[in-house]
């Protein structure tokens, strides 16, 4: 049974930094894409950095690139996100997720964490 678990959610004022961690099990992590997708209440889940463990790519939304990174502990059950110069406009529920590949639509990733929320202050 896979198990997706985010922590270090919270808030942070803007141009603040903040670093969300995602606990796998049960998944083998080199197989698999691992990402990170975000939600404001009535907007669609969007997706904002993922990467793609058999070949290293990686994405990121224009909306981060630069300023966000996703990494992964040496162990490879830990997966993170480093997200610096944070604006108001990253306030958000940040979801883990984890699949066979890695797509823009969240209903094809299979596996997810229950979210930790981010508060940006300006």
């Known amino acids: 049974q896979v198990q997706l678990m985010e922590s270090g959610g919270g808030s942070a004022q803007a141009g603040g930094s903040l670093t969300l961690s995602c606990a796998a099990s049960?998944?083998?992590?080199?197989?698999?894409?691992m990402g990170w997708f975000r939600q404001i209440p009535g907007n669609a889940r969007e997706r904002i950095a993922t990467?793609?463990?058999?070949?290293?790519?990686?994405f990121y939304a224009d909306s981060v690139r630069g300023r966000f990174v996703i990494n992964q502990a040496n162990s490879k059950t830990t997966l993170f996100l480093q997200m610096n110069n944070l604006t108001p406009q990253d306030a958000a529920m940040y979801y883990c997720?984890?699949?066979?590949?890695?797509?823009?639509?969240?209903?094809?990733?299979?596996?997810w964490g229950q979210g930790t929320q981010v508060t940006v202050s300006s």
């Open positions: 049960g998944i083998t992590y080199s197989r698999y894409c």
């Open positions: 997720a984890a699949g066979p590949g890695c797509y823009n639509d969240p209903l094809k990733m299979p596996w």
């Open positions: 990467r793609f463990s058999p070949t290293g790519n990686t």
